[in-house]
């Protein structure tokens, strides 16, 4: 279904304010606030309703399918959260099909990068602790212990990969492949 540039205007900044807070709360909470995506979800089918019309609608409704459906296998074996799955619907939702399912294979590929870089972390994090404190014995400081403490944080806590920035990652990527940005701002 051609989105003519109305309907991409009025969709670009809540969908763009939508991943951007879900990508930081999952950082900073490791959750998808419900708060957050049912109201997106209910601005995106006005919209897609009241710009397209019953088409809009229903591309709305596939699209939330087509979103949910691309994460849901990840989900069903333990590699996402039922946030994670509900965030990329509320994508398609706004977008529709075909961009929900780019916008997933988008953050497929983009959080395996990230996926690589936090276990690169967790590994090279230890090591890296275990140099500056031993820098820091030979500036004779006594307390190393407060750098180990400050690095490694609660480790409950880091254990938990957040998936939504990648999610947000793939979604821009997928507005800017889509041309969005191009043809709202001209």
Known sequence: MP?????KAAILLPLILVVTVC????????????????????????????????????????GLFFGMAVLFPLYFVGGTSAGDVKLLGVVGAYLGTTAAVTAGLATFVIGGVFGIVFIAWRVIEPILTTHIEQLLR????????????????????????????AIACGTYFTLWHLGYFSQVTG
């Open 23 to 62: 990508a930081i709360t999952d950082i900073s909470t490791h959750r998808i606030p419900n708060i957050v995506l049912m109201p997106a979800l209910a601005l995106a089918f006005v919209i897609n309703s009241l710009l397209a019309g019953f088409p809009g609608f229903l591309e709305c409704v596939l």
């Open 3 to 7: 989105i003519d540039d109305p309907l």
């Open 138 to 165: 030979g500036f004779g400081t006594t307390e190393p212990s407060l750098i180990r403490a400050a690095v490694t944080q609660d480790k409950t806590k880091t254990a938990a990969f957040p998936y939504a920035p």
